[in-house]
């Protein structure tokens, strides 16, 4: 299981929220690059890099950061956040991202995303699955659709996406434990599934337990912040 920190930006530094909301910022280090660096140097060699300022004003603001970081470090950077029209998703491939998570776009509009898979092909793009309870969280996770999970991934699934990043929205930021019981449910419905957990990793524990269900990847970030897992100890779970 690949285990990938998150770096989430507001104004060019890094913070985290709790549950998605942004009177909750706590900034932890002003220097996001630095930051990467660290994560470098410890042994990691992924990167989650979300533009939260991108995600609330649907227009991708931290283009420096994803460019600095790309140029500065070899960490392999998975990047969202504002990112809503094809010339975005050329751009920020261009300035380094290997990846864009794409969350937003699958839902509101999808004949977008599905051309998105055509040209740049399904290995590029992570679908992001954020839940509030087994729906599909939308309007910036303030609320749940009609659309479930399970019948969210598999229109996609029929399009040949395989890589799914799964948020549960009541787990983010609250160090309380990830929702590993809805990715074994998924897991058993999509085996094929490159699956990354996302939200609520508190402990070396936790991603034991998901490494054990089968995902494979998972995104660490206030457990990190907080000092509750150190560097050291996640490379040794990689």
């Known amino acids: 299981m690949i285990i990938i920190p998150a770096i989430d930006l507001i104004n060019g530094q890094c913070v985290r929220l709790t549950k998605g909301d942004y009177d909750t910022t706590k900034v932890y280090n002003t220097n996001p690059l630095e930051v990467a660096r660290e994560f470098e140097a410890a042994g990691l060699t992924h990167l989650h890099l979300v533009d939260l300022d991108g995600a609330r004003q649907r227009e991708v603001v931290n283009w420096p950061v994803l460019e ?42 999808p004949d977008t995303f599905r051309q998105w898979i055509l040209d740049y092909g399904p290995e590029r793009l992570i679908l992001g699955a954020d839940v509030i309870g087994k729906n599909i969280a939308i309007h910036g996770w303030a609320s749940a659709s009609d659309v479930t999970i399970m019948d969210f991934i598999r229109g996609y699934h029929l399009c040949g996406i395989r890589n799914v990043m799964c948020t549960d929205v009541s787990k983010d930021g609250m160090l309380q434990g990830p929702a590993t019981d809805l990715y074994k449910d998924i897991l058993q419905q999509f085996p094929d599934l490159q699956l990354v957990a996302s939200g609520g990793v508190s402990s070396l524990e936790d991603l034991r337990e998901l490494k054990a269900a089968g995902c494979s990847a998972a995104i660490v970030g206030k457990a990190i912040y907080e000092g509750r897992i150190s560097l050291d100890e996640l490379v040794t779970l990689q």
Not at 85 to 108: P, Q, W
């Open 68 to 109: 600095a970081i790309a140029k500065y470090t070899n960490l392999i950077i998975d990047f969202s956040g504002g990112i809503h029209s094809a010339d975005l998703a050329h751009k920020a491939f261009d300035l380094g991202a290997a990846k864009i998570t794409v969350g937003s776009i699958a839902v509101k509009r």
